[in-house]
């Protein structure tokens, strides 16, 4: 039987937080299965990557709101990750807010990265608020998803310099290589722990 940790990703953009992912799974360095990929948006580099490497990717509409899922869309999502059976739901650069609902059911199991040292600068483009502040330092920041945006107990965070002379194009290029190394690592401690849990 195959009792590996389930993952679902969800994410609304190209997808490089997923392909580090899948690929430190293919690896072997992450304990786990991706059971699912499931995205917001229709053509987006995700559910490209996913279908390259046939994995069970689907469109799933948002609804009518342009921030949050509305409670079908909700509904929809849920099912899926249900029927998935996932253990863990890995946000990936999805823009959606999650709500009750969805965060009630998957309680303590939805992890999100962000680009910047939470609690500064969540949102959007964390980067580029970073660059406007002035800060030396930025990063990355893996946490448990609560109610708020870019909130929840913090699980790992890893430091990126802001160099003299830094774009937003390549501040954001350096916190992307930053996450590529730190999701997969998290998601790994997370799966290694729940394996030793299950015994
Ligand atoms: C990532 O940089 C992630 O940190 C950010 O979206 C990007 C998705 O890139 N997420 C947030 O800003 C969440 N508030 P990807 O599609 O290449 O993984």
């Known amino acids: ?83 998935a059976k996932v253990d863990l739901v890995v946000l990936a650069g999805f823009m959606r807010i999650l709500k009750g609902e969805f965060l009630r059911t998957f309680a303590q199991r939805v992890v999100n990265i962000h680009p910047s040292l939470l609690p500064s600068f969540p949102g959007l483009e964390a980067w580029k608020q970073a660059l406007d502040y002035g800060v030396k330092v930025t990063g990355v920041t893996v946490h448990l998803v609560d109610q708020g945006i870019d909130t929840g107990p913090i699980l790992a965070q890893q430091t990126v310099p802001v160099l003299e002379g830094d774009t937003p194009a390549t501040l954001h290029a350096r916190i992307q290589e930053a996450e590529r190394e730190l999701y997969p690592a998290t998601i790994a401690m997370l799966a290694r722990k729940a394996g030793e849990k299950a015994g």
């Open 1 to 83: 039987m195959n009792n590996k940790f389930r993952l679902g990703v969800l994410g609304s953009g190209k997808g490089s937080n997923f392909v580090a992912i899948a690929d430190a799974v293919a690896a072997g360095k992450i304990p786990a299965d991706i059971v699912a990929v499931l995205s917001d948006v229709e053509t987006v580099g995700i559910l490209a990557g996913a279908r390259e490497r046939k994995l069970p990717a689907q469109f799933i509409p948002p609804g009518k709101f342009r921030t949050k899922l509305d409670d079908d869309a909700e509904r929809a999502y849920i099912e899926a990750l249900q029927l």
